[in-house]
């Protein structure tokens, strides 16, 4: 079995045909046509590769040499270490000529073990900013083939797809098997049925849907590459279908797994693209809310709180039409929490503490998931205020849900706060704790 790729300077290489040595070697070259001296080794590089080290910025701009990686300089201050590293993973442009195979890169992807992987922040970039800039191509004529795609077979896959994702948290962790298979049927439908108008527009907005959700499931199991290929689909799908709400909820998609990743600036680009592609209210709540995350994280106070008096103000909005599919779980729980959250990384540790219990008070049962994260974020939230007895209960809870759901993204959150526990190792059940997630 090959071993997973667990940093982006690996992969340039791997794309690149180049070991350690080469790369240093190549390195000492860019730097003596300057003058200078590269420093770099082999052993320095497997440093950077393994997270021990970051290069310097002069070490960085080495790299984007064009006889190294030949990167734009620019990229290597706008995007940061490692997100500016170049990589083939290039998205291909929005088009229907081009949607069937961007459907099966996708399905291909679902097998990678390219754990680390996700699309650079330049590629996001371009990706966000051709959806706004371009509308969905007039479908002229069906696609050839001797499958029929007519409405009925159509309103099974649909009914099934909404089955099985409108299954408690606890239960859709064993269906992706079916989802997955599912995805593919609409795939060879697309690919070689006979549909015409509306019955192939249904497909591409089902391979959407279908794409969007084996993308969170990928995304829940910390394979960020596979999720980032099935959005793209998604993305894709949505285009062909002239489905500009759906499209917003994809870059949305893209953005949340941006912040997660500790890249809030990526995120906040790809919000602004899909602030512009939606009107309905909860879905402009929705893009503000995750929007007003991302500066929180970015320490850009004022912004922060704009978007969230924008969020609170579209989620009172009474709408004549129901909210769009993707975001119509979207709730006052979830922006009382993520309005904790925000006040909590701008350091209101109070007021933080007060939304999120208000905001876990009003979850609904079945969004065991989203209760688990929301769990996490109050843990780190009491925490921080030293109410570590507290933290233990509330730590443990979220593990135990993260353990039943099966989302290894929710047990890893949890892992990253025994950092944070170890000073208070004499507090009764904090040691044994620390422990259990080390085992995690």
Known sequence: MDNPIRHPLAYARKVNDLSQNELAHLLDRAARKRGLRSGADKTTISRYERWLQRPNRETQLLMADAEVFDVPVAHVDRYGWPDWLPGSEIPLPLGSGYTVQVLRDAQKAAMDRRTFMTYSAAALAGLGAQWVSIEPDHLDSALSGRTTADHELIDWLEDTSRKLTGLPTEQRQHTIKMMDAHLETVTDLIEGGRHTGASTKR???????????CGWYRFDQGRHYAAGKLWTAALHSSH????RDFGAGVLSDFAYQSNWLGQPNVSVDQLG???TGTNHPTARSLLFLRRARAYAALG???LCYRDLSEAETALSAQPVDPAPNWCSWMSPADLAVDSGQCLLDLG???DAAAKMREGLSLLPKARDKTRGIFLTYQARGLLQSRQIEHALAVTQEALELAHRIGAERCVAQVRELA??????????GVDEFIEKLRAA
Do not use: C, N
């Open 203 to 213: 497909l591409h907005g089902l391979a959407a849907s279908l794409s969007t959700t």
């Open 240 to 243: 062909a279908a002239g489905d």
């Open 273 to 275: 693209h899909a602030i």
């Open 300 to 302: 850009e106070r004022s």
């Open 348 to 350: 209101q540790l109070d």
């Open 419 to 428: 950092p944070a526990f170890k000073p208070y190792r004499k507090v009764t």
